[in-house]
Every structure is written in C-alpha cells, then in structure tokens.
C-alpha cells in the first residue's frame, strides 16, 4: 500500500458544527503532515505529527485540533470554523521528516 | 525566513520543451522537491534533488546548484496533458512551497 487516503474528500459544515478530517497511511512512515491550501495558493504547513507526537505547530488557530491516535491514523478536529477557513485541506506522509512526502487526495472543506 | 521564488506562470506548445527556475533562501537546506498539481486535485511528486546535480526521469529532469540556491525543472517533449501547476518545494525541518508555476501546454 503506497498511498494516504483521506476521508471524506468533500465536507461542507455550518460555523456552529464540529467535524473530523481523517488520513490513514499503511506505508510505515512515522511522520504525518497536515496541509491547508487555498485557491491558486501553494500547501501551507499547518501541523507535523513525529512518532505520533505534535513536533510543530504553524500557530493554527485552536480551531483545527489535531490528533494522532496512532502510527498510521492522524484526525484534524474542526470546530466553529470561519469562512475563510474554506479551503483544500491536504495530509501528507513521510518515513522521516527529511524525505518521501506522499501526499492524500485531500479534503475539500466548504464553511457555510 | 524562507523565500522560494518560481515563475507565476508559462506557456509552450505541445511536443516542445519547458524549463521552470526556482530559487531559495532558506534557514536550513535537507533536499528540494518538484511537485505537478493539476488544478483541485493533490500534488504528486516528480522528482527530488539533494546533491548538486542534474536527475533524470523519463520526459522530467531537475537539477540543483545548492551554492546558488537554485533548482530547475525541464521537461520535454510536452504533452497536453502536463498543463498543470508545478511546486517548488524545499525541506529544512519542514517543507515549505513556492507560489507555483502554471504550465500550459498548447496544441
């Protein structure tokens, strides 16, 4: 298995609601990324998880919550979202934190 | 900081060659990466250059002068299919992108 499947590749939510992004990778890689990237935008770093631990933190708003619940899982947690945080959310993979980024397909949010 | 600069955009005929720069300046340097990314969909990884030096790969080649701070990506024999955005990436403890060059390729 060589890919990072991201659920659901589609969400749309209401400011009041709380949702979870979801990543699954089966390739090993001990390091985990979360992206964000808006229209015509290159990926932003927003989170990167190491041996299932938070090792950096791009200042994200306490929004997006992220967790790792183990090496293969990594959720981002959503509440009271802002339309601006409307965007292509993008998890990615690695087997150290030097090389072999596999990126998922992504999740298209929509906040309403 | 970390400054990844790259063209905003080119355009070539189909069967053609292009050629994308990037330039950086970044704290730290642990390998630079080329990514396509066709418009809402994932990037996918092309290539990845950490020795100074020119990658071949089928119709796509990067090279990387890391005393100038510099990256280039060629690819050849253009299909329609290659119009797409195409992401300079460089890792030092974490990998930043340049803005990305839109390809388009014409017939």
């Known amino acids: 298995d060589t890919e990072v499947t991201q659920t659901p590749k589609h969400l749309v939510m209401g400011m009041t609601n709380k949702k979870s992004l979801k990543c699954e990778q089966h390739m090993g890689h001990r390091a985990m990324y979360w992206y964000k990237q808006k229209a015509k935008k290159p990926p932003e770093l927003m989170f990167v998880y190491s041996y299932e631990k938070l090792s950096i933190n791009e200042s994200v708003p306490s929004r997006f919550s992220p967790e790792c619940p183990n090496s293969s899982l990594l959720n981002l947690h959503l509440h009271a979202l802002q339309p601006e945080d409307s965007a292509l959310y993008l998890c990615?993979?690695?087997?150290?934190?030097?090389?072999?980024?596999?990126f998922g397909s992504g999740t298209r949010l929509t906040v309403v | 900081g970390q400054n990844i600069d790259q063209p905003t955009e080119m355009t070539a005929t189909e069967g053609a060659i292009v050629q994308i720069n990037c330039t950086y300046q970044?704290?730290?340097?642990?390998?630079l990466f080329w990514y396509q990314q066709h418009a809402g969909e994932a990037p996918t990884f092309l290539s990845y250059?950490?020795?100074?030096g020119l990658e071949e790969k089928g119709r796509f080649s990067s090279f990387l002068s890391r005393s100038k701070g510099y990256s280039y990506l060629l690819l050849k024999e253009l299909q329609m299919k290659d119009s797409a955005s195409y992401l300079c990436?460089?890792?030092?403890?974490?990998?930043?992108f340049g803005a990305g060059t839109t390809v388009t390729v014409r017939a």
């Open positions: 250059n950490v020795l100074d």
């Open positions: 990615a993979s690695s087997p150290t934190d030097s090389y072999g980024y596999t």
């Open positions: 990436a460089v890792n030092d403890y974490k990998l930043s």
């Open positions: 970044t704290s730290g340097f642990n390998g």
